[in-house]
């Protein structure tokens, strides 16, 4: 029997062979084969079945129809803005307790403060310790995050719908009396400190840095968000509890529920849990302006001695969130470098090889925002990625995108947004970037058409408003001795900096004077 099996499994085997030479043309070693006279009819008719199959992608799709309710939106007496989005059908449940203050509220000489603060509420609250938090949010089925960004700071967590009353106890517990203990603050500054070592050893990290103090100059927004190894070191205790105590209140505050949740439930969850939060009695602290002139070169170069590459970034203002611009700005992104196959992609690293990746992202703030297109490359090539880099944004500037092109980027835009809807999480983030900026909170289901109402002509209007050449900051970093030589040429108005004598703090990147080194 075994002989049986094997023999058929030999003859199997041969006839699998046998199909891919004559399919292939290819021997099973690789070598080519030439066709025999049997072979050539069997080659024609796999042909002549290929012959129907396209030779290029499908066209997109239509755009997906989104059903989203309407967000409702209460306020508690103490101030507390109550959104809910109810979808019903899974038991689960998304909240989010977002303040309308992040790392723009940052003192002068302290950055990182506000990302900093947010990441110590979970490490002990109500004489709670870190693990002891941690295993409670575990026993609801979740877990807690919290971070602070541009214009807000959150903390979250996702539940059953059974468990959403003693997850929202613990929300408030962290954010109403966490304990910022000297030990757990200690921690996170060594690790925060660790974390900017190793990001800021990255040329294209510390290139972004750069361009931000270049676009916002002395501005909130020109900062580390994260912080700088100085700002870090110079943090202390009081300093967290000062900015809680300025902040961290109900009439900054907004709590979204999405999911498994009506509105009545959410306003009467909502207060059983937040009631009791105090709004002070000083008024909310001034916002500082976002931008403000730049001390910096256009072209900067900064020698990062020995890096195996560079970091290129060009960058740009931008208008704000609230500004009319910003669905043009959002499709105009995506044509440039919001995804694989945008034009910057393709210049770069597809057609010239490059770099592995480049990419351009729109960050629209309260009262400004950035361009920033980034790509990381050998250091010899830097000069020609700058000038790929300026030549696409002018392009976008100067020609009107190709219908095609068009419809193919918003089709990617629309698909992510779609996608990022799917969770209570994502719905609930969604909500928030509305909600904290003060804008209709029925513009989540107007997304879709929004963007595909934008119009070549628009794009590029709007390029050549924002995306001028004239008012690029290009930012490259790494072993400068092998481009800086060449991008001078081009832009004789470069400056060079060391990396070992910048001070990160600085709106100029430099010391005082005596104590740092510029070429």
């Known amino acids: 029997m075994k002989r049986v099996i094997r023999l058929r499994l030999a003859v199997f085997t041969a006839i699998l062979i046998a199909a891919f ?14 066709p025999t006279a049997a072979a050539a009819p069997a080659s024609a008719a796999s042909t002549a079945a290929l012959d129907g199959f396209p030779s290029s992608a499908p066209a997109p799709g239509p755009a997906p129809q989104l059903s989203v309710p309407t967000p409702s939106a ?13 979808r019903a059908g899974l038991p689960l449940v998304t909240a989010q307790l977002v303040l309308r203050s992040g790392g723009e509220m940052d003192p002068p000489r302290l950055a990182g403060l506000a990302d900093l603060t947010a990441n110590l509420l979970s490490k002990g609250a109500g004489g709670q310790s870190a693990p002891q938090i941690a295993a409670a949010a575990e026993a609801l089925g979740g877990s807690l995050s919290a971070a602070a960004g541009w214009d807000e700071s959150a903390v979250g967590i996702t539940v059953t719908t059974p468990k959403l009353p003693p997850a929202l106890h613990l929300l408030a517990e962290v954010v109403c009396r966490p304990d ?17 070592r190793l990001m800021l050893s990255r040329p294209t990290a510390l290139a972004s840095l750069a361009a931000s103090r270049g676009v916002f100059g002395s501005g909130a927004y020109g900062h580390s968000r994260s912080g700088t190894p100085a700002s870090i070191a110079r943090i202390t205790r009081a300093e967290v509890q000062q900015l ?15 999911g498994d949740v009506t509105p009545a439930q959410a306003l009467q969850l909502a207060q059983a849990s937040f009631g009791h939060w105090q709004k002070p009695a000083l008024p909310l602290p001034l916002r ?12 900067l170069l900064i020698d990062q001695r020995g890096a195996g590459q ?97 419809a193919a980027r918003k089709a990617a835009l629309i698909g992510a947004y779609g996608r990022s809807l799917e969770t209570t999480a994502g719905l ?45 900051k290009v930012v490259v970093v790494g072993d400068a001795a092998r481009f800086a030589a060449a991008i001078r040429q081009a832009y004789p108005q470069a400056e060079l900096l060391q990396s070992t004598a910048l001070d990160l703090d600085s709106p100029s990147l430099q010391p005082p004077a005596g104590k740092g080194t510029a070429h």
């Open 21 to 34: 030479v004559i399919v292939s043309g290819c021997a099973p070693g690789g070598a080519p084969t030439r």
């Open 74 to 86: 209460q306020t508690l007496a103490n101030g507390l803005q109550v959104i809910s989005v109810r």
């Open 180 to 196: 910022f203990s000297a030990a757990e603050l200690k921690r996170a500054k060594a690790q925060a400190a660790d974390d900017l």
């Open 244 to 258: 809680h105590a300025r902040l961290y209140r109900p009439d900054n505050a907004i709590l979204i529920l999405t």
């Open 288 to 299: 500082p302006v976002g931008s403000t002139a730049s001390r910096l070169p256009a072209v």
């Open 310 to 406: 560079a970091g290129v970034i060009a960058a740009h203002a931008a208008p704000s969130r609230r500004h009319a611009d910003y669905y043009a700005g959002l499709v105009a992104n995506a044509v440039l470098g919001g995804s694989y196959s945008a034009r910057l992609n393709e210049e770069i690293r597809i057609k010239r090889g490059l770099s592995y990746g480049a990419s351009s992202r729109l960050e629209p703030l309260g009262d400004a925002g950035l361009w920033l297109a980034a790509a990381q490359t050998k250091n010899p090539s830097a000069p020609q990625v700058v000038a790929l880099m300026l030549g696409e944004f002018k392009r976008l500037g100067s020609q009107l995108v190709d219908p095609q092109e068009l």
């Open 428 to 472: 609930a983030e969604q909500v928030g970037k509305l909600a904290v900026y003060g804008l209709p909170l029925d513009g989540i289901g107007q997304y879709i058409a929004r963007v595909q109402a934008v119009t070549p002509q628009q794009v590029e209007t709007y390029a050549h408003k924002y995306l001028d050449a004239t008012g690029s």
